[in-house]
């Protein structure tokens, strides 16, 4: 088992720039796929971007695209997203997640494939 916390979140103006962390417990960081979502006020999960177990490659949702890059450090059980030209329309509450695959290249884009979350970190962009 995994256990995640976020960190990093806050508040920024449109344009600015926010790095969020998420920090696993345990050993076995580097097996777990790893992705981020988030969910604005009244509206549902949306992933938001994913890196597998073999950091070789990274998935990104369109409305992100260009702005945001998730990055992970093994040694430090840490997955990131760095998050540039913030817009208003990025306020959320994002959440990390985990989840063990056997193929090292595969990553879920999907919250119902994931099965460890942690308990967020609000963005809250102005204009």
């Known amino acids: 088992q995994v256990q995640l916390v976020e960190s990093g979140g806050g508040s920024v103006q449109a344009g600015g720039s926010l790095r969020i962390s998420c920090a696993a417990s345990g050993r076995t960081f580097s097996l777990y796929a790893m992705g981020w979502f988030r969910q604005a006020p009244g509206k549902g999960r949306d992933f938001v971007a994913a890196i597998p177990r073999s950091g070789d490659n990274t998935y990104y949702a369109d409305s992100v695209k260009g702005r945001f890059t998730i990055t992970r450090d093994n040694a430090k059980n840490t997955v990131y997203l760095q998050m540039n030209s913030l817009k208003p329309e990025d306020t959320a509450l994002y959440y990390c997640?985990?989840?063990?695959?056997?193929?090292?290249?595969?990553?879920?884009?999907?919250?119902?494939?994931?099965?460890?979350w942690g308990q967020g970190t609000q963005v809250t962009v102005s204009s």
């Open positions: 997640a985990a989840e063990l695959y056997s193929d090292s290249h595969w990553v879920p884009q999907w919250t119902s494939a994931y099965g460890y």
